[in-house]
């Protein structure tokens, strides 16, 4: 295995959530899903970099635009998947604009799989080992 590893290659150039709390769905669907699906496929990220609102205006907690959570998002990308950022532009602005239908059908299109918690509890310090394992089974033989 290499010490090191670099996705930059991969990613979408940075991004600024102005002042919405926006930063799980930068994390979660601008940033990951993003490299992801390019490393898969082989796409400018630029060109396919998916929509942090799409996924925060679904996730947000309160009226106020002010956070939201990763379980949140990974549930909402699961369901309802992502859409580029060129069919949903982002604005800090306004979170309550929630993706209509053909959004949403569009997003289902790019679901995620599944999603594992590596930590145990609120204890994010300590990495759960059978969490891993379960991960990647072949591994640990």
Same mark, same amino acid.
């Given at each position: 295995?290499?010490?090191?590893?670099?996705?930059?290659?991969? /990613?979408?150039?940075?991004?600024?959530?102005?002042?919405?709390?926006?930063?799980? /769905?930068? +994390?979660?669907?601008? /940033? !990951?899903?993003?490299?992801? #699906? =390019? =490393?898969?496929?082989?796409?400018?990220?630029? +060109? %396919?970099?998916?929509?942090?609102?799409?996924?925060?205006?679904?996730?947000?907690?309160? *009226?106020?635009?002010?956070? +939201?959570?990763?379980?949140?998002?990974?549930?909402?990308?699961? !369901?309802?998947?992502?859409?580029?950022?060129?069919?949903?532009?982002?604005? *800090?602005?306004?979170?309550?604009?929630?993706?209509?239908?053909?959004?949403?059908?569009?997003?289902?299109?790019?679901? %995620?799989?599944?999603? #594992?918690?590596? #930590?145990?509890?609120?204890?994010?310090?300590? %990495? +759960?080992?059978? =969490?891993?394992?379960? %991960?990647?089974?072949?591994?640990?033989?």
């Amino acid at each position: 295995m290499p010490e090191a590893v670099s996705l930059l290659r991969f /990613a979408p150039r940075r991004g600024d959530q102005g002042e919405q709390g926006s930063c799980v /769905a930068w +994390s979660s669907a601008y /940033a !990951a899903q993003t490299i992801l #699906t =390019a =490393a898969a496929t082989g796409k400018d990220p630029n +060109s %396919i970099a998916f929509s942090p609102s799409y996924l925060y205006n679904q996730i947000r907690l309160g *009226d106020d635009c002010q956070g +939201s959570y990763i379980q949140r998002a990974m549930q909402a990308m699961k !369901a309802n998947g992502g859409v580029p950022l060129s069919q949903y532009p982002y604005s *800090d602005r306004d979170c309550s604009r929630t993706p209509d239908g053909g959004a949403i059908q569009a997003g289902r299109q790019n679901l %995620i799989h599944g999603f #594992t918690r590596l #930590t145990e509890g609120d204890n994010l310090n300590q %990495i +759960s080992v059978r =969490a891993v394992k379960s %991960i990647f089974p072949k591994m640990h033989r």
